[in-house]
């Protein structure tokens, strides 16, 4: 049962950040680019340092786009990024996703990535998204599914991480399987069955600079992020249980056939 309210399972730790600053519209927005045009006004829900905002902010260069966030911290990191690459049509604000400070019809596009599974009504954010969005605009949103994830190797250890990560995330009222349930939220939210397009793509780890990031970033998010303390102060795992999976990242990270895929649920829906 999905909480009214949610805790970001993730929290703003450096190797969370160091995550999210990687990616890119290219690289998580793909199925949306081709509904982009120069005019456009866009609002990105969720958007943490602002590197796919920023990204979207050059392809509508004509328009204008607005990140938002829930920390002010990530906010000016987000601010800052924009101003030293230069991007001039983005601004990020503080607000809340659940409730926006924005008439009906506003934009063109709403866009989340990796937001609805940390949410503890998804339908209600999805019904904000739409209420904003002009009749005959997108509506696009990426979430992950923890649960569809595979690798190799069987390094032990992994998949006991895999089974923590899904008791905290549904412990802190989010739902870590959210991109298989994408298009029935949105059902739910009130959009049209033919409106939605619903589509995966995948995120993929295996050369070696790709594992030494992939398993660096999960091994320090075992050992100093809010995610370790969540697992610890909820009694999902002690601090020597955090250890161990820590340390079979890296030992995964090592292996030299080391693969791991990441699936993602999209949807694409017309207001």
């Given at each position: 049962?999905?909480?009214?309210?949610?805790?970001?399972?993730?929290?703003?730790?450096?190797?969370?950040?160091?995550?999210?600053?990687?990616?890119?519209?290219?690289?998580?927005?793909?199925?949306?680019?081709?509904?982009?045009?120069?005019?456009?006004?866009?609002?990105?829900?969720?958007?943490?340092?602002?590197?796919?905002?920023?990204?979207?902010?050059?392809?509508?260069?004509?328009?204008?786009?607005?990140?938002?966030?829930?920390?002010?911290?990530v906010v000016e990191r987000?601010?800052?990024?924009?101003?030293?690459?230069?991007?001039?049509?983005?601004?990020?604000?503080?607000?809340?996703?659940?409730?926006?400070?924005?008439?009906?019809?506003?934009?063109?596009?709403?866009?989340?990535?990796?937001?609805?599974?940390?949410?503890?009504?998804?339908?209600?954010?999805?019904?904000?998204?739409?209420?904003?969005?002009?009749?005959?605009?997108?509506?696009?949103?990426?979430?992950?599914?923890?649960?569809?994830?595979?690798?190799?190797?069987?390094?032990?250890?992994?998949?006991?991480?895999?089974?923590?990560?899904?008791?905290?995330?549904?412990?802190?009222?989010?739902?870590?399987?959210?991109?298989?349930?994408?298009?029935?939220?949105?059902?739910?939210?009130?959009?049209d069955r033919a409106s939605?397009?619903?589509?995966?793509?995948?995120?993929?780890?295996?050369?070696?600079?790709?594992?030494?990031?992939?398993?660096?970033?999960?091994?320090?998010?075992?050992?100093?992020?809010?995610?370790?303390?969540?697992?610890?102060?909820?009694?999902?795992?002690?601090?020597?249980?955090?250890?161990?999976?820590?340390?079979?990242?890296?030992?995964?990270?090592?292996?030299?056939?080391?693969?791991?895929?990441?699936?993602?649920?999209e949807i694409l829906c017309?207001?």
């Amino acid at each position: 049962m999905l909480q009214k309210s949610a805790i970001y399972t993730h929290g703003h730790h450096e190797s969370v950040l160091r995550s999210h600053s990687w990616r890119t519209a290219e690289n998580s927005a793909g199925y949306l680019l081709s509904f982009l045009e120069p005019h456009m006004h866009v609002l990105d829900m969720g958007c943490g340092p602002g590197t796919i905002t920023a990204d979207l902010a050059a392809l509508v260069f004509k328009g204008h786009v607005i990140g938002i966030d829930s920390s002010s911290e990530v906010v000016e990191r987000a601010t800052s990024m924009a101003a030293e690459r230069g991007v001039k049509n983005v601004e990020f604000i503080v607000g809340d996703i659940h409730k926006l400070d924005y008439p009906d019809a506003t934009f063109d596009v709403v866009h989340a990535h990796q937001v609805l599974q940390h949410v503890g009504d998804p339908v209600q954010v999805l019904r904000e998204m739409h209420r904003v969005t002009k009749p005959g605009g997108v509506i696009a949103v990426r979430s992950v599914d923890f649960a569809a994830m595979t690798w190799f190797p069987e390094v032990g250890g992994i998949t006991e991480w895999q089974n923590l990560y899904l008791r905290v995330a549904r412990a802190l009222g989010g739902e870590p399987t959210a991109g298989r349930q994408l298009h029935v939220w949105a059902r739910q939210a009130g959009f049209d069955r033919a409106s939605i397009r619903s589509t995966a793509s995948t995120w993929c780890y295996t050369t070696p600079d790709e594992r030494a990031w992939w398993s660096g970033l999960w091994a320090d998010r075992m050992l100093a992020s809010s995610f370790a303390t969540n697992a610890v102060e909820g009694k999902h795992a002690t601090e020597d249980d955090l250890r161990r999976i820590a340390q079979a990242w890296r030992e995964w990270g090592a292996q030299e056939d080391g693969w791991f895929a990441v699936l993602h649920g999209e949807i694409l829906c017309r207001a």
